[in-house]
Nanobody, 123 residues
Framework: QVQLVESGGGSVQAGGSLRLSCGTSGYTYSRRCMGWFRQAPGKEREGIASIDNDGLGSYAASVKGRFTISQDNAKKTLYLQMNSLKPEDTAMYYC?????????????????WGQGTQVTVSS
């Protein structure tokens, strides 16, 4: 049984930083993509960062240069370092896992999801 558990969300002022973690277990694909998504109220789920087995990351324009995705394969943990946070970054953040491939940031390529962790950025 695949499980993804996010942590590290919270409330922060604009310009601040947060680090999200996603612990994984039960994932058996030899190659996989991992991604971070976010969804604000009334908006579609947005893929903001993805990473493949080799550690190659990809970012949405809205977070590029501010957010960094990384993984610790030994700990089976995915991270998202978020710097220079803005009020528009406020959303529920989800980690997701899917079979290896191009590691695109569309939700359709991911078949396992965590429950989410809330990030709130105040101005």
């Amino acid at each position: 049984q695949v499980q993804l558990v996010e942590s590290g969300g919270g409330s922060v002022q604009a310009g601040g930083s947060l680090r999200l973690s996603c612990g994984t277990s039960g994932y058996t694909y030899s190659r996989r993509c991992m991604g971070w998504f976010r969804q604000a109220p009334g908006k579609e789920r947005e893929g903001i960062a993805s990473i493949d087995n080799d550690g190659l990351g990809s970012y949405a324009a809205s977070v590029k240069g501010r957010f960094t995705i990384s993984q610790d394969n030994a700990k089976k943990t995915l991270y998202l370092q978020m710097n220079s946070l803005k009020p528009e970054d406020t959303a529920m953040y989800y980690c997701a896992a899917g079979p290896g491939g191009a590691c695109l940031r569309s939700p359709v390529y991911y078949n396992y999801w965590g429950q989410g962790t809330q990030v709130t950025v105040s101005s």
